[in-house]
C-alpha cells in the first residue's frame, strides 16, 4: 500500500518525466497504541529526510501553539 502511494504521489507531484522537482515524505501511524511507531516511504535519500526533519522540528518548536485558534 505504502508503494502504491508513493508512486501516486509522485506522479502527481513531479510527472512522468525523470526530473524530480517535488520531494515529499509520507508517514502512517496509527492514532491509538502506537508506541512512536511510524511506517514512513519518501521520494528522497534518507539522509536528507533527517535533515528536512530536524529543521521542521525546530520551526514547530519555535512556532506559538495554535490549536484553536482561527
Same mark, same amino acid.
Given at each position: ?7 501516486? #504521489? ?15 515524505? #509520507? ?44
Amino acid at each position: 500500500m505504502m508503494n502504491g502511494l508513493a508512486h501516486g #504521489l509522485d506522479e502527481i507531484l513531479n510527472g512522468h518525466g525523470s526530473g524530480k522537482k517535488n520531494g515529499f515524505v #509520507l508517514m502512517v501511524f496509527p492514532f491509538t497504541g502506537h508506541d512512536g511507531r511510524c511506517n514512513y516511504i519518501s521520494n528522497a535519500r534518507r539522509e536528507d529526510i533527517v535533515v528536512l526533519l530536524k529543521e521542521q522540528l525546530a520551526r514547530f518548536e519555535g512556532q506559538p501553539d495554535m490549536e484553536g485558534k482561527a
